[in-house]
């Protein structure tokens, strides 16, 4: 007989499961860039024995900024936060959101794998390819979506992207890294690796995650 696990996680939003949570008379409006509110959060998610906590991620407020806000943004950054939380749990995976339209192979890769190296192999990023005209409206373009691209050009762009990360994830051996004080060679010979439609030439700057898996979810475009 087939055995099939169910795994269970927490979306944690900076307004909680409702925009207007923040105006209940026990909510603090200022907790969304509390450490101790998201800390609280992450310790009783790992009590609670579930498998994951999951931060959303878009790079603006959904809106026209001349607008009043009517709910706290989603304002700190998802790797910065889970680094706090890796720091005050063990057991608990930690699932930042990073857009592929907005940043660049390298930096992705070694923010995932710096922080996966530093909460022992608990890390997994969300991919998102961003269809946010008031996302776009922060990097360039136009406020229309006639002015970005098209969710195909969006696609292509996430697949080679992720791409180029597991490979830099995966740019170094096992073994590559001997620390022999008697030669001063420090690690073995590198891969050089190349891409198809990039100049990206090289390595990453650390060695391989702690358990070699590179983990790559998707919950929405």
Same mark, same amino acid.
């Not at 409006?29 to 998610?45: E, G, L, S």
């Given at each position: 007989?087939?055995?099939?696990?169910?795994?269970?996680?927490?979306?944690?939003?900076?307004?909680?499961?409702?925009?207007?949570?923040?105006?209940?008379? %026990?909510?603090?409006?200022?907790? /969304?860039?509390?450490? #101790?509110?998201?800390?609280?959060?992450? &310790? *009783?998610?790992?009590?609670?024995?579930?498998? #994951?906590? =999951? $931060?959303?991620?878009?790079?603006? $407020?959904?809106?026209?900024?001349?607008?009043?806000?009517?709910?706290?943004?989603?304002?700190?950054?998802?790797?910065?936060?889970? %680094? !706090? $939380?890796?720091?005050? !749990?063990?057991?608990?995976?930690?699932?930042? !959101?990073?857009?592929?339209? /907005?940043?660049?192979?390298?930096?992705?890769?070694?923010? /995932? @794998? %710096?922080?996966?190296?530093?909460?022992?192999? &608990?890390?997994?990023?969300?991919?998102?390819? %961003?269809?946010?005209? =008031?996302?776009?409206?922060?990097?360039?373009?136009?406020?229309?979506?006639?002015?970005?691209?098209?969710?195909?050009?969006?696609?292509?762009? #996430? *697949?080679?992207?992720?791409?180029?990360?597991? @490979?830099?994830?995966?740019?170094?051996?096992?073994? @590559?890294?001997?620390?022999?004080?008697?030669?001063?060679? =420090?690690?073995?010979?590198? /891969?050089? &690796?190349?891409?198809?439609?990039? !100049?990206?030439?090289?390595?990453?700057?650390? @060695?391989?995650?702690?358990?070699?898996?590179? &983990?790559?979810?998707?919950?929405?475009?």
């Amino acid at each position: 007989m087939t055995v099939h696990e169910l795994h269970l996680g927490v979306n944690v939003l900076s307004d909680g499961m409702h925009p207007a949570a923040w105006r209940h008379s %026990s909510a603090n409006p200022h907790w /969304f860039t509390d450490p #101790a509110y998201w800390i609280d959060i992450a &310790r *009783a998610a790992e009590r609670g024995t579930l498998d #994951a906590l =999951f $931060l959303a991620d878009s790079p603006s $407020l959904f809106q026209e900024p001349d607008q009043p806000l009517v709910a706290p943004p989603l304002a700190l950054d998802p790797i910065v936060l889970l %680094s !706090t $939380l890796a720091s005050v !749990t063990t057991h608990l995976g930690l699932i930042g !959101t990073v857009s592929t339209s /907005f940043e660049e192979p390298y930096n992705v890769a070694r923010r /995932f @794998a %710096s922080l996966d190296h530093l909460s022992r192999g &608990r890390v997994a990023w969300n991919v998102v390819t %961003s269809s946010d005209p =008031f996302a776009w409206q922060n990097f360039g373009h136009g406020p229309v979506p006639d002015e970005q691209p098209p969710r195909a050009e969006r696609y292509g762009r #996430a *697949a080679e992207f992720i791409d180029i990360v597991r @490979a830099l994830w995966d740019s170094w051996d096992d073994d @590559a890294v001997l620390a022999d004080k008697r030669t001063g060679a =420090f690690s073995r010979g590198l /891969f050089r &690796r190349e891409y198809t439609s990039t !100049t990206l030439r090289g390595h990453l700057g650390l @060695a391989r995650v702690p358990d070699r898996r590179s &983990r790559v979810v998707s919950r929405s475009a």
